[in-house]
């Protein structure tokens, strides 16, 4: 099992920026057996869409279109956690995050986050 706790996220201005932190936990969330973390987002009535991914070992990152240039995912292997940072925000940009985790056994996001809102005002 993966535990994954988000935080950071809150209102904010349209242009601002915020930054989440998504912290992994568990007998399972080590390098050798997560092999992707990322966050998807869903706004109201909408369906949960990627936003950003990147790989534990290699560091490589994947974007959404929508996000690319104004955000970045990163992460910290000692401290088990990924970081979004997210810039020149936008009101579109309002939605719940979610960290997930995807993991060698399977190769699909297995675990998810509780969330953690974000909003943009105009």
């Known amino acids: 099992q993966v535990q994954l706790v988000e935080s950071g996220g809150g209102l904010v201005q349209a242009g601002g920026s915020l930054r989440l932190s998504c912290a992994a936990s568990?007998?399972?969330?080590?390098?050798?057996?997560?092999?992707?973390m990322g966050w998807f987002r869903q706004a109201p009535g909408k369906e949960r869409d990627f936003v950003a991914a990147?790989?534990?070992?290699?560091?490589?990152?994947s974007y959404a279109d929508s996000v690319t240039g104004r955000f970045t995912i990163s992460r910290d292997h000692t401290k088990n956690t990924v970081y979004l940072q997210m810039n020149s925000l936008e009101p579109e940009d309002t939605a719940v995050y979610y960290c997930?985790?995807?993991?060698?056994?399977?190769?699909?996001?297995?675990?998810w986050g509780q969330g953690t809102q974000v909003t943009v005002s105009s």
């Open positions: 997930t985790a995807k993991t060698r056994a399977t190769m699909r996001y297995d675990y």
């Open positions: 568990g007998r399972t969330s080590s390098t050798y057996s997560t092999y992707a």
């Open positions: 990147i790989t534990l070992s290699g560091g490589s990152t």
